[in-house]
């Protein structure tokens, strides 16, 4: 019926289930690049621990809480004046 150069080969089935696992995989990879994470923060990601080591976790809080210390400052100031 078909000649070997016009044969549809069956490599496996695509079901919705592994097309919607697709679609994760490549949002995830896209919000990733986003977040500017690192390969080894994804893989990091990937096996459920922490997005962030913890240095940046560290910068991130220190900076946090200098930026309220600078806004309290800043509010005792103007209730001083």
């Not at 080969?9 to 977040?35: K, P, S």
Request: with cysteine; glycine share 4%.
């Amino acid at each position: 019926m078909y000649t070997m150069w016009c044969t549809p080969f069956l490599i496996g089935v695509l079901t919705a289930n592994d097309l919607v696992e697709l679609i994760e995989d490549e949002a995830t990879e896209d919000y990733h690049r986003l977040a500017g994470l690192t390969e080894e923060e994804e893989a990091i990601f990937e096996e459920g621990y922490d997005i962030l080591s913890e240095v940046q976790r560290k910068e991130w809080i220190t900076s946090v809480e200098a930026a309220k210390e600078k806004a309290a400052k800043e509010k005792d100031a103007k209730k001083k004046k």
